[in-house]
């Protein structure tokens, strides 16, 4: 006899999870499908061992810059296997952490790979369930080029399996994964060298974010080829990667590259043929305002439908779904308009609602900026000089706040508190009547003229 649930959720990571649990608080009866460990990407190969290593990375930095302050220690290094043990460590009691509130939240964990029968039942290793709602929330995985010897490198998770500090690394890509990781492996000492197809990282952020961005790279002596396309990896006699590049050049000496330029949904295997679930070209599930696909009762939310692929924006949407469906609160969804976002660069980057471009386009020349460059007090007592850099993007005669973008040292938690006055549609003289808390990078924002 098949099980019926009310809600079947395909994936245990962030938003899975946190769909299926909201639900049965509401008295639904719940089930995770999940194949691997609980956490999904997030929590096993993104954002938490990712945080980790840059914490890392950060101690690293602050105690090679110990002199500025007149510490005298010796320069650090780090023991690799040390943190990747204790760091694993902190993962698998994360994954424990989520098995047990699935247990307390009555959620029932299925552990296999899913795959549909029909619209309302999913096979899982042989076994059917059916449900009410179902929600496809499969996550993602890094894509890696087309090219020959490809596979002499390796992808973003498979850092995260790394024994071994890589002595020379190239890291390939130009976009959050990319600089995050470079900037971990270059401060923890590995000689790294971002690799990108055009002339800058960071290609969705505001120009100011992208320059200060290469100004700190160019001030950490951590290169960067720009306008690079790879278009072979080969094997040297030496056990080392060669990269050679579109225009004929030979990059050389490498023990590690890292594939860092992409990722795609993890829809195929699914089945969803058998649903009438439709995918664009690129494998992402189409899903509406409230998350819902062409098929009735069959949602997709997170790194699935293409939209943000962020872990927060995975559990809102999730949450939200089921405070609909099952919370009686009609209407209920995730605005995809005013979504903070960080990157754990050095430093780090933070950066909520609309670019200078992008509110251009949309409202012309109602749009008036404010920036501000400085170097952190930070840095005021060494040689290296990392810049900083804000912005504020407003709009309209009251000049409401539509954007914000920091670079530098606080930027990843100072930019939480913005957001929630950004959403709620403070202005200029909103942040100009905020008395400013001194010395901080923070006041910046509300000294900005």
């Not at 396309?229 to 990667?241: E, F, K, M, V």
């Not at 008395?435 to 006041?443: G, N």
Request: hydrophobic share 40%; proline share 4%; charged share 25%.
């Amino acid at each position: 006899m098949t099980e019926h649930y009310d809600l079947i959720a395909i994936g245990g990571g962030s938003g899975g999870i946190a769909t299926a649990r909201r639900a049965a608080a509401y008295g639904a009866h719940c089930a995770v499908i999940e194949r691997g460990r609980l956490g999904g990407t997030c929590v096993n190969v993104g954002c938490v061992p990712k945080k980790v290593m840059w914490n890392a990375a950060h101690v690293a930095d602050a105690v090679n810059r110990a002199g500025d302050y007149g510490f005298l220690l010796p320069r650090s290094r780090v023991e690799w296997a040390e943190l990747v043990s204790r760091r694993e460590n902190y993962v698998r009691r994360l994954n424990d952490i989520y098995r047990r509130n699935l247990d307390k939240s009555g959620v029932d964990l299925l552990t296999g790979y899913a795959r549909f029968a029909d619209p309302r039942t999913v096979e899982v290793d042989g076994a059917r369930v059916s449900a009410d709602h179902i929600v496809i929330a499969t996550g993602g995985r890094p894509d890696v080029p087309n090219i020959p010897g490809a596979e002499l490198g390796i992808d973003s998770d498979g850092f995260f399996a790394l024994d071994r500090q890589p002595r020379r690394c190239a890291v390939v890509g130009a976009g959050y994964i990319a600089v995050e990781l470079a900037g971990v492996l270059h401060h923890l000492g590995t000689e790294t060298t971002l690799v990108i197809r055009r002339g800058e990282p960071l290609r969705s952020f505001d120009p100011i974010i992208r320059q200060a961005m290469l100004e700190a790279m160019h001030a950490d002596r951590l290169p960067v080829l720009t306008n690079t396309t790879l278009t072979r990896l080969i094997r040297a006699s030496d056990g080392t990667i060669t990269a050679e590049t579109e225009d004929g050049r030979l990059l050389e000496g490498f023990d590690a590259l890292i594939w860092a330029a992409g990722r795609r949904p993890n829809s195929d295997g699914l089945a969803l043929e058998n649903a009438g679930v439709r995918l664009d070209a690129d494998g992402f599930i189409g899903a509406d305002r409230y998350e819902q696909t062409n098929v009735p009762g069959i949602y997709a939310i997170g790194d699935a439908n293409g939209k943000v692929p962020l872990t927060p924006v995975a559990i809102a949407a999730g949450r939200r779904l089921a405070d609909r469906v099952f919370g009686g609160k009609e209407g209920r969804h995730l605005d995809y308009d005013c979504i903070p976002t960080v990157v754990f660069s050095h430093p780090p980057i933070g950066a909520v609602g609309l670019t200078e471009a992008e509110a251009r386009e949309r409202y012309g020349d109602d749009v008036q900026c404010f920036q501000s460059g400085f170097i952190s007090l930070e840095y005021a007592l060494g040689s290296l000089k990392r810049r900083s850099a804000m912005k504020l993007v407003t709009v309209g005669p009251a000049r409401r706040i539509v954007g914000v973008h920091l670079f530098g040292p606080g930027s990843d938690e100072m930019l939480q508190g913005f957001a929630v006055a950004v959403r709620m549609g403070a202005t200029k003289q909103d942040f100009d009547d905020t008395v400013a808390i001194h010395p901080t990078s923070a006041e910046e924002l509300v000294t900005m003229t």
